[in-house]
């Protein structure tokens, strides 16, 4: 399912934040789901902790496993049309898939600048794309 990048039109900034709030959205309702409220437990153990442990956990396994084994989309990508792929239009492997998630994590720490990056960059690539060597693209 490789296709040629250069055919495709890149996803720009706004696209992609939709996506990224309906991924949002999708883990919140699976985080609670799995019970991540904030309390203290009996033993006396901040459950805040272990929520949001379990959270960047979930978070690091939603992304990774979608990007990888769906198509290089996540629920928000599916449903805006839109698919991450490496360069060369080949589908993205685990290690490019856990390369660009820490990226991602570096890109919103420092201040979301590296997410802001999309927005001014001519493929629309954020930092975390740059470090993965991947772009976002329309499906049709």
Excluded: C, E
């Amino acid at each position: 399912m490789t296709a040629t990048v250069q055919t495709q039109r890149y996803a720009g900034f706004w696209i992609r934040v939709g996506a990224y709030l309906i991924d949002a959205i999708a883990l919140g309702i699976v985080g609670s789901l799995l019970g991540s409220n904030a309390h203290y437990g009996p033993d006396g153990y901040d459950q805040f902790s272990r929520s949001r442990d379990l959270s960047g956990l979930l978070n690091l396994v939603y992304f990774v496993a979608f990007w990888t084994y769906n198509g290089g989309q996540t629920v928000g990508n599916r449903l805006l049309g839109l698919r991450v792929v490496k360069l060369d239009g080949a589908p993205l492997t685990l290690g490019t898939a856990i390369v660009r998630w820490i990226g991602l994590v570096i890109s919103f720490v420092v201040i979301l600048l590296g997410v802001i990056w999309v927005g001014f960059d001519p493929k629309k690539q954020g930092w975390h794309d740059k470090l993965a060597g991947t772009v976002v693209v329309h499906t049709a």
